[in-house]
């Protein structure tokens, strides 16, 4: 017996976004409780670049979505507590929605995949 599996391509997904919050298109999107913000926090896990720029209205509001690549992206590196050579393979965390920080206490991790004059290359876990 077959079966017709439907599927969605991995490498952009479409998230609901937060009431009140305004994603602009390139930063880093992150996910907490189940909704895409840009808002780094201890539970808020990133999910890739916000592929356009969109505003959520208030709390109960029509549902607005952005849409999220997934891949390895280079976000700023933070003048203090800065990503360095020696993170490669190791994690780095969102300080704010452009910014990555080697200082742990903001969202879930992303790994390090390299280190240049512009700034740091990383990979979130995706693993929702």
């Not at 391509?9 to 009140?20: K, Q, R, Y």
């Not at 996910?31 to 201890?42: D, E, M, S, Y």
């Not at 290359?121 to 929702?128: D, K, R, V």
Request: aromatic share 6%.
């Amino acid at each position: 017996m077959t079966r017709n599996t439907l599927q969605r391509a991995g490498d952009i997904l479409e998230f609901t976004v937060a009431a009140g919050v305004t994603i602009h298109q390139g930063e880093l999107a992150l996910l907490a409780a189940g909704l895409a913000t840009n808002v780094p926090g201890a539970a808020a896990i990133p999910i890739g670049r916000a592929e356009r720029t969109v505003t959520a209205g208030p709390a109960g509001s029509e549902p607005v979505v952005v849409p999220v690549r997934r891949g390895i992206f280079r976000w700023d590196n933070a003048a203090a507590n800065p990503v360095t050579q020696a993170h490669v393979g190791g994690p780095c965390y969102a300080k704010d929605a452009r910014t990555v920080t080697a200082a742990a206490g903001g969202s879930t991790a992303l790994t390090v995949v390299a280190v240049d004059a512009g700034g740091v290359w990383a990979f979130g876990p995706f693993g929702f």
